[in-house]
């Protein structure tokens, strides 16, 4: 079992910029994958970033070069820098994390949610 606990959403202008945090915990040693997905309303669950137990990363191409994801192994924790917000990026944002339950097979975990309101 894992659980993740965001931190960091909040109200901002256009332009500003906000850093979300998600703590893993249990059994963080089956992580293969954690990273950041958003839902605005009315709209499907998309990814934003992702990062490997190897260090790669994956971004949405509308969050390229504003977004930074990265992760402290000895906190157990990912971060998501967003620069240059556009109230476009308003969404209710989620950490999951792909964890290894049996050979080939992998577990998606996800966080309660954090909201990120961007105001033009």
């Known amino acids: 079992q894992v659980q993740l606990v965001e931190s960091g959403g909040g109200l901002v202008q256009a332009g500003g910029s906000l850093r979300l945090s998600c703590a893993a915990s249990?059994?963080?040693?089956?992580?293969?994958?954690i990273g950041w997905y958003r839902q605005a309303p009315g709209k499907q669950r998309e990814l934003v970033a992702a990062?490997?137990?190897?260090?790669?990363?994956n971004y949405a191409d509308s969050v390229k070069g504003r977004f930074t994801i990265s992760r402290d192994n000895a906190k157990n924790t990912v971060y998501l820098q967003m620069n240059s917000l556009k109230p476009g990026d308003t969404a209710v944002y989620y950490c999951?994390?792909?964890?290894?339950?049996?050979?080939?097979?992998?577990?998606?975990?996800w966080g309660q949610g954090t909201q990120v309101t961007v105001s033009s």
């Open positions: 999951n994390a792909a964890a290894g339950v049996a050979p080939g097979i992998e577990y998606d975990y």
């Open positions: 990062i490997s137990s190897g260090g790669s990363t």
């Open positions: 249990g059994s963080t040693f089956s992580i293969n994958t």
